[in-house]
């Protein structure tokens, strides 16, 4: 079956750096994917990955291991915007995205 | 810059009733898709197409589900005898290509709530 797991919940202070992982067992693998999702919003791309390693884009960077099933974002410098829910996402045929449940992200100041 | 936009953002239907949805992809885009997002939980694809033909489904889009693309522009889901449980937030999706590194753009979505 499929399965995409994440926390649920983190909550980091204004500035400092949080870690949001992801691992996954999906029947096909074409790339793994970072949505961030505001509250009654639509969810919006982020980041992709499909070789092993780190991709970085501003304040935001993600990593992959398809050995491990595993991938994380990493968000710095955190800022009161940056509070939502990041959703990561498997395609595992040809745009087939499958969402893990999302991690709510708190940015406390 | 250029974004998936749907109509209407609230509908609000008698259960058994029949509903479109609409959604205009983004213009150069080739492929598109519908997700569903049940209040609380998470994102779950439901259909892809392309070239005027449905690519994949998922065991959520049967046979109450339909979608077309009526002109060069609009996509719609159609969902033929509605139930309570289809109540949730629909979004349509869109991506230029059908390569897996091209990013699907998400519309703000519908929100359909059947009484």
């Known amino acids: 079956g499929q399965n995409i797991d994440q926390p649920t919940e983190m909550t980091a202070t204004e500035g400092a750096i949080v870690q949001i992982n992801c691992t996954y067992q999906?029947?096909?693998?074409?790339?793994l994917f970072w949505y961030q999702q505001h509250a009654g919003e639509a969810p919006t791309f982020l980041s992709y990955?499909?070789?092993?390693g780190l991709e970085e884009k501003g304040r935001f960077s993600s990593f992959l291991s398809r050995s491990k099933g595993y991938s994380y974002l990493l968000l710095k410098e955190l800022q009161m915007k940056d509070s939502a829910s990041y959703l990561c996402?498997?395609?595992?045929?040809?745009?087939?995205?499958?969402f893990g449940a999302g991690t709510q992200v708190v940015v406390t100041p | 810059e250029p974004e998936v936009t749907q109509t209407p953002s609230h509908q609000v239907t008698q259960m058994g009733q029949e509903v479109i949805l609409r959604c205009v992809p983004i213009?150069?885009?080739?492929?598109f898709y519908w997700y569903r997002q049940i209040l609380g939980q998470k994102v779950e694809f439901l259909v892809s197409?392309?070239?005027?033909?449905?690519?994949?489904k998922s065991e959520i889009f049967d046979d109450q589900f339909s979608v077309e693309r009526p002109d060069g522009s609009n996509f719609t889901l159609k969902i033929r005898s509605t139930k309570l449980e289809d109540s949730a937030m629909y979004f349509c999706?869109?991506?230029?290509?059908?390569?897996?590194?091209?990013?699907?753009?998400f519309g703000d979505g519908t929100r359909l709530s059947i009484l």
């Open positions: 999706a869109s991506s230029e290509t059908g390569e897996t590194n091209q990013p699907q753009h």
């Open positions: 999906t029947s096909g693998f074409n790339g």
């Open positions: 990955n499909v070789l092993d």
């Open positions: 996402a498997v395609d595992d045929s040809w745009g087939k995205l499958q």
């Open positions: 213009s150069n885009h080739l492929y």
């Open positions: 197409f392309y070239n005027n033909e449905i690519s994949e």
